[in-house]
Each structure stands twice: as structure tokens, then as C-alpha cells.
């Protein structure tokens, strides 16, 4: 059975559809005594039902770990194979082949590490235990990306064995390179057929002339993990003479020309930031980037935020490792930590390069959705535990794993259809003018990508009602930022308690959805003009409900938490009784049923208490520039709200309604705060005196509407907005 299923493996795969291949961000690095493990993180750990949500994706194969540190981390006397037995056995009933990882950014167990003599043999050993508990196993990684790994724990001290010097790099790297050899020597004693995919990031160096020797040297030394493997390294070799000096004597490369061991599938990871540009005019830049060789100092920044070109992208860097080493390729991590739209473009872009280079002739093989679950503290390149979450295929902030729009783009490039949403048709950040930090230079890209505008005309665009409100300004602005293409509409551009004026201006338009952000929002004024609210509120959302649906769609419109009459005493979630105490909060609830009636596929989100930078009307910046100049302000001491800062708000939303989520949704940031230690809080956290502040209770403060002594917002769907701390801050940054 393994005979005839790997000659179909091996076979032209030039002439089979490029397949969509998938993984699990599995991490399990060490920082001092200290392991940072992924699997724990994500849940995935403990979460076997996962993999019947990877499956429906429609994957052909997925990245897996059987890390080395999990399952026998205190020998392999004492391993526990229950959960590999478990997740294996399951991949392999839904017919998910799984690329078997064995070290993952690790360094092993405890007993060893990468500069270990032994670090080779003791993982070879591993190996073949995997192999022969699994014979059916045909893909292995052995070890991801050993040259990252290399220089993250030899020569930049950021893990285990925190190294800074060459030769600890070079030792680490190969030891690594050693022992992926010799652990696919180990798994083909049972099964001769097992194939090698092997990872690297294969990030390209930029630079000024004066810098272009050490750019050279970089963009030479980022092969030397798949040179080592296939036996490249000999005397002649640009990195010969670099190891030699390392301190690696002519014995240990020689290992690698007697005993080659080539990969059968060379995996590339790219990332945004791994392309990188090196600059001696320090003046340019901040301290944080400054480095050097011993010889030159220099900044060292990403590339895409200075080069005037842009970065050569992903085709180019396929078809650079297509032509050194004319083996089969797959692109084995596609992720971007950014919003949605962005990363669908990232995705699509990766495909679309892989496809391209296909129709030249190259074996390329796959495109890996990378980390299908998020991933964790990646932005401290995981050297501390700090809770900062990216999203991926699936999000993890809600109560199981919750499909994203790239759920939905996997799915149909695995199933063969070409992904069509209309965001797609405007350029990702890296190739938008707004990308760029620092004064532009020239980095003499061949076959730049062209630096493009925002919100291109041809795209269908997203209509924003409610052109005057702060809501609908921050999505217009915002939208710009997203390079999302848009429509800020007026009252006069779209009166939505009018259906002829609805559909005429949906049909002029055809977007792709629209944003109710228009309102009656005068709380108190509300109880006096109540036919008024009503009008605005629901029965206009009703009438761009209905007209939404007729042309099919999407819609975002929002709702409050006045629906609810504060005699909970616990966050209100999406399922709990609304009970209006006013006519501003029972036009809201009318407005839901309304709008959920006449379009299901809505999206309604309530949300609280809005303060945002780019107004100076909301709560927290009038209580500022009261306080600020000495004057009394007061604020209710016992209505218990959840302030939601609006850019969160917005950014949010925006995701959700990009992932096609429908139905009530509750967003706020984290929190539950009276007003006055509301405005306590933004004080302290700007250096105003609050000794001018006020806090008294709510019935004397002369309102009119009734309001609920405990309004805030919870969630059983999701609870992805910060904390309210990290809003304000981020709040205080922006107004500055």
C-alpha cells in the first residue's frame, strides 16, 4: 500500500491542481527554563474535534505536530503517545495526510539543545519511534525552518540557548541540519518511501551600495540550511569560508557532500517583515533598528516600509528557489497579521504567484493556510507570554473556533473556484502608497510591484450611511486606512426611511454592503419626539433592511445597550430579554426585530458608550479638556457602562461583516466602569488633575430619559474587542 500510494506521490505534479495544504501554528520554543508551547495557548491541545473543522475546509494535507518536547520530553522510556495516537488516527479517517513535524522552533527536551553534539542522534532517535508507531506517515518535517531557528537562538539570544556569536549559530544550524538527515535516514528504515519537506523562511535582504556586501552575504546565507541538506557546501561554496571562520572545521561540511540528504518537497515561508533593508544613514530611523557587522553600522528595517519599488514578492522568491534547485515547492506558511481584507489579499497573492510560476513549468505543489487557529505573542517573536492574539483561518475568541472569511477562500481554491469577493480587486498595504515610514529609497527591484492607490474605482464598493455622525466618519476614515473602497452617504444621498430612495441609489451602486451608521441618538430629547426617534431608528432601518435583502446585500447596522433595563447585575450577552427603559432603547429593540426580520443574513451590534479621537463630543474628551482646564465636571457615580473606543468599534465590525457573521452581536471594550471613574481613569492615564471631578448620582443629574443603573455589554458569540486600559491608551496616543 505505501509502494503504490507514493508512486502516485511521485508522479509529474506540474499536471495535478495545485492543492491547498494547511497547518497549526504548534511553537514550543524555550526562553530560558521557561517553555512557551502553542498548542496550550491555541487549545488545540485539548480540542480533538478541531480537525472535523479543518476537514470541512476541504485540505488536501496538513503541517502537524508530534513535537519532540510534548511527547517525550523526559525520555523516550517515559513518552506518552496517547495524543498523536488520537490526532493521527483521525487525520487519517477524514483523509487528511498529515506532514508530521517533529521539532518545531524547539530545541528539544530538557537533556539536550541545538548545540548539543548528541542533539542529532537523540532526535533520530525520536524520529524512528515516530516512524514505527505510524508507518503509514509518508511527510515529515523534521525541523522547521532550522536557519530561523539557528539565528533566533544563536546569534540574536532570543531562545534557548540564547547564542550571540557566530559559532553558536553556526553549531545550531548545523546540529539542526545533522539531525533532519539523519532522523529521515532513521524513518526510512520503516518506511523507505517517506518524503521530506523541508521549511525555511526565506526572507530577502535590501540595501544601500555601500551596504550591498553585506546584503550579498545575507540573501547567500539564507540557502545555507537547503545547501547543507543537498550536499552543496564544498570548497568552492560562497559559505565555505564564513563557517570555516565560525569556527566549523572542514570535517563537519563534509558530513553534509558524503551524505546529502535532499529534500523531496522544499517549503518556503515568506512573511512581510521577513524582507529586509539595511541602511547606514542612521539619522533616518529610530534607535530601536540600529545594528552593524563590526565593520559598518546600520539600520536594518523592514524593506516594504522604505523601498521606493516595492518588494519583488512571492513569485519572484519562488522562482529565485525554483531555478537554484530544480526540486518540487510549496509554500508552507501564508499568514499576515492584519485585518481581514488584508489577509485575504496576502492569500490570494501567494496563490496567485504559485499559479503563475506553474504555468511556467515549475513544480510547484502547494499553498499552505498557516496557522489555522492564530497564533500568540509572535510580535515579541514569542519571548514572553503577553496574551497578544492573531487570528487566522479560525478565530479563537469566541466560545469554539469561529470560521473567518479565509475559511471561506480556502475552501473554494481547495474545491477549484477562484475566489471573487470584491475587496480582493484593491491592492494589499505593501503595494499602497501608505506603506511606506520612511523616506523612500530606491532598492533596485526587478519586476517591482507597483506602488498602487487606494479604494480603486472598479472595485464594488462598501456604502456607509450616516455621512455627518462620528460613527460613519470613522468608517470613512478608516476605510481609507483598510483599502477598502467606499461610499459615505448622506441623508440626501439616501434617505432610508424612503424605499424609492434606497433601491435607486442600491442599484446606482451596487456595493457590496452597506453600513447603517445613521441614527437618532439624542437620548433625553427622544422622550419628547418620539414619532421622530421611531422614524430614524427602525423604521428606516427597516426600509434599508428589506431593500439590502431584495438586492442581495450585506448589512451592518448598530443597536445599544439601553435595550436592557440594568436590573442584571452580570454582562448582558446576545441572548438575554431586552427591557427598554426609554424611547431612544425600545426604538433600538424595534429596529432589531425589524431589520432581523426582513434580512436574516444581517448583522446587528450593540454597542455602548462611545469615545474616540477624531470627535470632541463624546464623554472622555469633553471630561478631559473640562478637567485639563480647571473646570468642575460632573458624572454619575452609579450607572455601570462598557466604553467602547470607536476605531476598536469600527475595525471589529468591519471584520466581522468581511467574514459574513449575521445576527446580534455584542462589542465593547472589556470593562464595567461607572461614568465619573470613567473620566478618573482617562484623567490618570493623561496627567489631569481630577480634583475638579465630580461624581454624584445618576437621578442628580437632571436627565430626562431614564437609564439603566447597569448596562454593560458581554458576549456568548465572541469577546474580541481589548480591554478598555489598552483603548484609552491607545486613545490619549491618537489625540496626540
Known sequence: MISAFNS??????????????????????????????????????????????????????????????????????????????????????????????????????????????????????FARAVAERYPWVTHYTPVNEPLTTARFSGMYGHWYPHGKDDLTFARALLGECKAIALSMQAIRQVNPYAQLVQTEDLGKIYSTSKLAYQAEFENERRWLSFDLLCGRINSTHSMWGYLGDCGINEAELEVF?????????????????????????????????????????????????????GLAGPRTLLK??????????????????????????WFNE???????????????????????????????????????????????????????????????LATGHKPNHPLLDTPGWWQRQERLLYPAVSCRVSSPAPLLPCSPTCSRPL??????????????????????????????????????SVNKVLAELQPWAVVNAAGYVRVDDAEGEPDICLKVNAEGAGILAAA??????????????????????????????????????????????????????????????FFGPWDDYNFVTIALRQLAAGNTFVAAEDAIVSPTYVPDLVHTSLDLLI????????????????????????????????????????????????????????????ELMSHLDSAISRYLEERN
Open 8 to 125: 502516485t506521490l511521485n508522479t509529474n505534479k506540474t499536471q495535478l491542481p495545485l492543492e491547498v495544504w494547511a497547518g497549526v501554528e504548534c511553537t514550543v520554543n524555550r526562553v530560558g527554563e521557561e517553555y512557551f508551547d502553542q498548542l496550550e495557548r491555541n487549545g488545540h491541545a485539548t480540542r480533538l474535534d478541531d480537525l472535523d473543522l479543518f476537514a470541512q475546509l476541504g485540505i488536501h494535507a496538513i503541517r502537524y505536530p508530534v513535537l519532540w518536547e510534548r511527547i517525550a520530553p523526559n525520555g523516550l522510556e517515559n513518552a506518552d503517545w496517547s495524543w498523536p495516537d488520537e490526532r493521527l488516527g483521525r487525520l487519517r479517517q477524514l483523509g487528511i495526510r498529515p506532514i508530521v513535524g517533529l521539532v518545531h522552533h524547539g530545541s528539544g527536551p530538557r537533556h539536550t539543545s541545538l548545540v548539543d553534539p548528541g542533539f542529532p542522534e537523540k532526535l533520530a532517535v
Open 257 to 309: 557532500l558524503e551524505n546529502p540528504c535532499p529534500p523531496d518537497i522544499l517549503g518556503i515561508n515568506h512573511y512581510l517583515t521577513s524582507d529586509r533593508f539595511l541602511d547606514e544613514n542612521l539619522e533616518t530611523y529610530p534607535a530601536r533598528t540600529y545594528g552593524g557587522n563590526g565593520r559598518d553600522n546600520y539600520a536594518d528595517v523592514e524593506a516594504v516600509r522604505v523601498c521606493a519599488e
Open 320 to 345: 529565485e528557489t525554483w531555478e537554484r534547485y530544480k526540486l518540487p515547492l510549496a509554500v508552507t506558511e501564508v499568514h499576515l497579521s492584519c485585518t481581514r481584507e488584508e489577509q485575504l489579499r
Open 350 to 412: 501567494v496563490w496567485n504567484a504559485a499559479q503563475e510560476l506553474r504555468d511556467e513549468g515549475a513544480d510547484v505543489r502547494a499553498v499552505t493556510a498557516w496557522a489555522l487557529l492564530g497564533s500568540y505573542d509572535w510580535n515579541s517573536l514569542v519571548t514572553r507570554s503577553a496574551g497578544y492574539y492573531e487570528s487566522g483561518v479560525f478565530d479563537l475568541r469566541s466560545p469554539r473556533p469561529r470560521q473567518t472569511a479565509i475559511a471561506k477562500m480556502v475552501r473554494y
Open 463 to 500: 456604502a456607509i450611511v450616516g455621512a455627518t455622525g462620528t460613527l460613519g466618519q470613522a468608517f470613512a476614515r478608516l476605510c481609507e486606512v483598510r483599502g477598502i473602497s467606499y461610499r459615505l452617504l448622506t441623508r440626501q444621498d439616501m434617505d432610508i426611511a424612503n424605499p424609492a
Open 548 to 609: 439590502c435583502a431584495q438586492h442581495n446585500v450585506a448589512l451592518l447596522t448598530f443597536s445599544s445597550d439601553l435595550v436592557f433595563d440594568g436590573a442584571e447585575s452580570n454582562p448582558y450577552v446576545e441572548t438575554d430579554n431586552v427591557a427598554p427603559l426609554n424611547v431612544y432603547g425600545y426604538s433600538k429593540v424595534l429596529a432589531e426585530k425589524l431589520v432581523l426580520k426582513a434580512h436574516p443574513a444581517s448583522l446587528v451590534i450593540r454597542t455602548s458608550a
Open 659 to 718: 467574514d459574513g457573521e449575521n445576527g446580534l452581536w455584542h462589542l465593547a471594550n472589556k470593562s464595567a466602569v461607572a461614568w465619573a471613574d470613567l473620566a478618573r481613569l482617562a484623567a490618570k492615564k493623561a496627567g489631569v488633575s481630577v480634583s475638579n471631578l465630580i461624581a454624584r448620582p445618576t437621578q442628580e443629574l437632571g436627565l430626562i430619559a431614564p437609564r439603566p443603573a447597569y448596562s454593560v455589554l458581554g458576549s456568548d458569540r465572541g
